[in-house]
């Protein structure tokens, strides 16, 4: 238990550097905003926030108790990760969240989002180290601006209706430890990234290339084309 709080606290601290080397000032108002958008923005049929998100609560540190909020400090309306997972929200990715400028976890897993993850992901939530949007029902490309999320740990898309080629910028993501987006609909070849990451790409019947799927077939060329129609 003691060597468990250690890790956490130590977590925390590495992250508390990292954004203060970047030159971050935090406002707890735009986290509060951030919060009361995102509740706005969102269906809540269980009411998992209706009746725990209460903004009339004006006491010290008050959002850092509402479920799912956890942050920096507890005294301190500062949010470090939200935990919405499985709590049956519905509605599109909510852009709201640009205004808890000091997020670094996002995890809306398990739940009935829809639509397609913004294409600037990178500039709403900059400084995340985890991302975990699956089972979910996100359709469409996976943005190539979370490539830019250089700080990213693990991210997490499986689970959804995403289509086309997973961005190749990704191999760039020095940092990148679990990358998962079994259960798709994807296409075309792996990124290459560095020995040592977790990779899920099961049940994505158009994917190839990487150390662990089945090569890619090479594309003819023109001039071949162009001999198999002579030839017909």
Request: charge should be neutral.
């Amino acid at each position: 238990m003691v060597l468990h709080s250690w890790i956490s606290s130590s977590h925390i601290l590495v992250n508390f550097l990292l954004l203060l080397g970047c030159g971050i000032t935090y406002g707890t108002d735009t986290d509060i905003f951030c919060l009361k958008s995102i509740k706005e923005s969102l269906e809540d049929p269980y009411n998992y926030l209706k009746f725990s998100w209460d903004f009339n609560n004006k006491t010290e540190g008050y959002i850092c108790r509402f479920n799912g909020v956890e942050c920096w400090h507890p005294d301190e309306n500062r949010v470090l990760n939200l935990k919405l997972s499985n709590m049956g929200l519905k509605g599109q990715f909510p852009r709201g969240i640009q205004n808890c400028s000091s997020l670094t976890g996002l995890d809306l897993s398990i739940n009935k989002l829809s639509g397609t993850i913004p294409g600037d992901i990178s500039t709403l939530i900059p400084f995340a180290t985890s991302i975990d949007l699956s089972t979910n029902e996100f359709s469409g490309a996976i943005p190539v601006s979370l490539a830019n999320c250089t700080f990213l740990n693990t991210l997490k898309l499986d689970q959804n209706r995403l289509t086309g080629q997973i961005p190749p910028q990704f191999g760039v993501l020095s940092r990148i430890k679990v990358f998962s987006v079994s259960n798709n609909l994807l296409t075309g070849q792996v990124p290459i990234f560095r020995d040592g990451v977790e990779l899920h790409y099961a049940n994505n019947q158009g994917l190839c290339g990487g150390n662990t799927l089945a090569p890619c077939q090479a594309t003819p060329s023109k001039s071949n084309m162009a001999v198999i129609a002579g030839a017909a």
